[in-house]
């Protein structure tokens, strides 16, 4: 019987994930890692500092990160694979949830059999998840997720780093990130990047300057990593409950 019982339970598999990598992160930075040093152009008259780590992002956290982000992408696919059989049809290994900038890869999806056995009224809701849609496709949570699975499964691990920005700063963009409905390419902006020049001046206007573990390359770069993983968990999760209404 059809059910998206095993997708929201991929979904919590995710969630136990994200949990650890929270975790690692949260015993990481209590080692306070990093540590403001004087910049290589300071001088007297003009001193300056940059930031620095100390100590490596531990090994371990990289692969937690890629299992949880396996398991969300994996849970789009039971996702399909449910729906075509509450669609009365029996699902193939080519079935799968398709993740597509462009319209030309949409219809490439459809020609692979990925959407066969789907009713209309279902494959039509799926083309209106695709990132193709909006007007910044790679900046959309499915295809940053996509991407990321795909660095994960056919690349290497996934990079991460130590920052330090402003908490004030980050809150402030995070908001608007958020209030956009979706992740685009204006990331939370670093106050102070590994080897970029401050002034002290600068240090005391941002006091409130703190550590976070974020990803280091693509549209997703400088993004913390347990709050980009949460941002990605809700969206899927209002995806799958649009299909509730099929079951």
């Excluded at 992160?25 to 890692?33: Q, V, W």
């Excluded at 290497?156 to 995070?174: D, G, K, Q």
């Amino acid at each position: 019987m059809a059910s998206l019982e095993s997708v929201r339970q991929k979904i919590g598999h995710c969630e136990f994930h994200l949990n650890l990598v929270k975790a690692e992160i949260d015993g990481y930075l209590k080692a306070h890692p990093g540590e403001f040093v004087t910049h290589a152009d300071s001088c007297v008259d003009k001193p300056l500092f940059a930031f620095r780590p100390v100590a490596p992002i531990p090994e371990k956290l990289s692969l937690l990160v890629g299992d949880c982000l396996q398991n969300l992408r994996s849970s789009l696919d039971y996702l399909v694979w449910e729906l075509v059989l509450v669609s009365k049809n029996q699902p193939s290994t080519k079935n799968m949830f398709p993740i597509c900038l462009t319209p030309d890869s949409f219809k490439d999806a459809q020609r692979g059999h990925r959407l066969d056995g789907l009713s209309a009224e279902v494959a039509a809701l799926v083309d209106a998840f695709q990132p193709y849609r909006d007007g910044q496709p790679g900046g959309t949570s499915l295809a940053i997720l996509d991407e990321l699975t795909n660095m994960n499964k056919h690349r290497r691990l996934l990079l991460t780093e130590l920052s330090s920005f402003s908490i004030t700063e980050a809150l402030t963009t995070w908001e608007s990130w958020l209030n956009a409905g979706m992740p685009g390419d204006s990331a939370i902006a670093h106050s102070t990047d590994s080897g970029r020049a401050i002034t002290p001046e600068q240090m005391a206007m941002q006091g409130d300057l703190v550590q976070f573990v974020t990803f280091n390359e693509g549209a997703i770069q400088g993004l913390e990593v347990g709050t980009l993983i949460d941002t990605l968990v809700n969206y899927v999760k209002v995806l799958v409950d649009r299909f509730a209404i099929f079951f």
